[in-house]
């Protein structure tokens, strides 16, 4: 038997898109050690899971590499559709994990798209194979169709710059009690529509602060500087999304991000990918106050949820025999 695990990934939001530049999306991220998806696996004459989704895709990986079979049980799952990533780390770990216990040659990359994923973002497979804060090139915009494209028929946006996230960097995580975030053929839909419309100055304004902002925020390990590039970004994504989800954020990650800006132990706050997810930049230094301003929020929205402290992941997902 064999357990593969990965943490989860925050989704910062994208480059560009606007389809009067010359690329189209390119994701920003990073990966996280917390929470974990954790997978076992061993050979077996057929394919036995009761994890629905998980059964899905130990299937389609039973296939994609030619073996008999496998044995999968999820010990532990992401929360669905929350912006961490939930259907990409699960779908790779699961592929991962059917390949290591049969012993068969495997690159993720490569049959990543097969299982649909890594179709617009390469975040999520580039966190799976490496962890670090990425950024990944994005598709040519000719390539833009109206129609979804077929499964497997997109490769993986290649990784364009990877940092190692600072070891005394946290990132606080606040996850309300609200409705999955965007996900399937809805996704796709409000992507289209976004595409279609989006201001391309928006893109030259978040391409300047990547340059001179971010990416130095990252060479130099500066949490605060890094943390407010990151909430400017989302925030601009955000303009490119109020029509198709209720605001520049959706409700009611509005209302917590507000809370958040004003704790001086948060660096910058956001919505990760589609929420309800809520991130903070933090330190380690300021553990405890960020924890007491996730809660704070909650409270002031008067939702219920969950609030967390993880540690940045450098190393990609992790194989145990």
């Known amino acids: 038997m064999v357990r593969v695990s990965v943490g989860a990934r925050l989704h910062f939001g994208f480059l560009n898109l606007s389809l009067a530049r010359d690329r189209l999306y390119?994701?920003?991220?990073?990966?996280?050690?917390?929470?974990?998806?954790?997978?076992?696996?061993?050979?077996?004459?057929?394919?036995?899971?009761?994890?629905?989704?998980?059964?899905?895709?130990?299937?389609?990986?039973?296939?994609?590499?030619?073996?008999?079979?496998?044995?999968?049980t999820v010990e532990r799952s992401l929360p669905r559709h929350a912006g961490l990533g939930s259907g990409t780390q699960l779908a790779l770990t699961v592929l991962r994990a059917v390949a290591a216990a049969t012993e068969t040659p495997l690159s993720v990359r490569s049959l990543a798209p097969e299982l649909g994923r890594g179709g617009r973002s390469g975040i999520g497979v580039a966190t799976f194979e490496s962890g670090g804060a990425l950024l990944d090139a994005g598709h040519p915009t000719t390539r833009f169709t109206t129609d979804r494209p077929?499964?497997?028929?997109?490769?993986?946006?290649?990784?364009v710059a990877r940092h190692e996230i600072p070891s005394h960097w946290r990132f606080l995580l606040v996850v309300p009690d609200a409705d999955p975030g965007r996900s399937g053929s809805e996704e796709d839909e409000s992507m289209r529509s976004v595409v279609e419309r989006a201001d391309?100055?928006?893109?030259?304004?978040?391409?300047?602060?990547?340059?001179?902002?971010?990416?130095?925020?990252l060479a130099e390990g500066s949490a605060e500087r890094f943390g407010e590039a990151v909430e400017t970004i989302g925030r601009l994504n955000g303009t490119w999304y109020a029509d198709e989800q209720g605001g520049v954020y959706r409700p009611p990650v509005?209302?917590?991000v507000s809370s958040l800006t004003e704790?001086?132990?948060?660096?910058?706050t956001?919505?990760?990918?589609?929420?309800?997810?809520?991130?903070?930049?933090?330190?380690?230094?300021?553990?405890?106050?960020?924890?007491?301003?996730?809660?704070?929020?909650?409270?002031?929205?008067?939702?219920?949820?969950?609030?967390?402290?993880?540690?940045?992941r450098n190393t990609g997902a992790v194989v145990e025999k």
């Not at 077929?150 to 990784?159: K, M, Q």
């Not at 704790?263 to 910058?268: K, Q």
């Open 254 to 256: 509005g209302e917590l």
């Open 150 to 159: 077929a499964i497997g028929s997109w490769t993986v946006p290649p990784v």
């Open 26 to 72: 390119g994701g920003l991220g990073v990966a996280l050690d917390e929470p974990r998806v954790v997978v076992t696996a061993e050979p077996a004459d057929e394919v036995r899971c009761r994890h629905p989704a998980a059964r899905e895709y130990a299937e389609r990986a039973v296939s994609l590499l030619d073996v008999p079979g496998a044995a999968v």
């Open 263 to 268: 704790s001086p132990a948060v660096y910058g």
């Open 200 to 217: 391309a100055t928006t893109s030259d304004r978040i391409a300047g602060l990547v340059t001179q902002n971010l990416l130095p925020a």
């Open 270 to 312: 956001g919505q990760s990918s589609w929420g309800p997810a809520v991130y903070g930049v933090t330190d380690v230094d300021h553990v405890d106050a960020a924890i007491d301003a996730g809660n704070a929020a909650l409270s002031d929205a008067g939702i219920a949820g969950t609030v967390t402290v993880a540690t940045g």
